[in-house]
T-cell receptor
């Protein structure tokens, strides 16, 4: 079980470039999500998905797109990178249940710098 | 969007000391969670709390779900160097597809020998 994997681990972009951050999980989790982590801001939700073909916006979705064609993969796309998108990005996944909490597993993160 | 207030923002303590940190919200939550993030890694769940007033331990860690459901506390006893990292609280409201997690701003813990 690899858990949640993310690639790349580090990336430097120039303003205006596009790129895709990859995320995959092998735990058959229905729910997947992307967060960004900035100093003093904690983790903020960008987009999430409750299953293949279903995505929704989180707290800070502007400038990012997502798709969920399979249960395993949930890529995050930056269409035109801006310096404000310099951050550490975490992908996470968990089961969905009708009651209580199902542990959310995080990937190791992608550190992105936009010049 | 809503964020949880964690305090303190950072702590410098000596090995062997006890640590206390807390998390407060203006809204109630059904579940409180505490995560630890090691440098260069993603957060890992430490403790989950499901009922108001609940006190749960995990080794040297003890966490409590506040009676008002608007706060939670984490204590670490006899700190060791590997306790270094960022500790996040998170509150959950709703269940299933409607459940959402809100994260705190984090407490950075540094331990000196």
């Amino acid at each position: 079980n690899a858990g949640v994997t993310q690639t790349p681990k580090f990336q430097v972009l120039k303003t205006g470039q596009s790129m895709t951050l990859q995320c995959a999980q092998d735990m058959n989790h229905e729910y997947m999500s992307w967060y960004r982590q900035d100093p003093g801001m904690g983790l903020r939700l960008i987009h999430y998905s409750v299953g293949a073909g279903i995505t929704d916006q989180g707290e800070v979705p502007n400038g990012y797109n997502v798709s969920r064609s399979t249960t395993e993969d949930f890529p995050l796309r930056l269409l035109s990178a801006a310096p404000s998108q310099t951050s550490v990005y975490f992908c996470a996944s968990r089961r969905l249940a009708r009651s209580s909490y199902n542990e959310q597993f995080f990937g190791p993160g992608t550190r992105l710098t936009v010049l | 969007g809503q964020q949880l207030n964690q305090s303190p923002q950072s702590m410098f303590i000596q090995e062997g000391e006890d640590v206390s940190m807390n998390c407060t919200s203006s809204s109630i939550f059904n579940t409180w969670l505490w995560y630890k993030q090691d440098p260069g890694e993603g957060p890992v769940l430490l403790i989950a709390l499901y009922k108001a007033g609940e006190l749960t331990s995990n080794g040297r860690l003890t966490a409590q779900f506040g009676i008002t459901r608007k706060d939670s506390f984490l204590n670490i006893s006899a700190s060791i160097p590997s306790d270094v990292g960022i500790y996040f609280c998170a509150g959950q409201l709703g269940t299933g597809t409607a459940s959402k997690l809100t994260f705190g701003t984090g407490t950075r813990l540094q331990v000196t020998l």
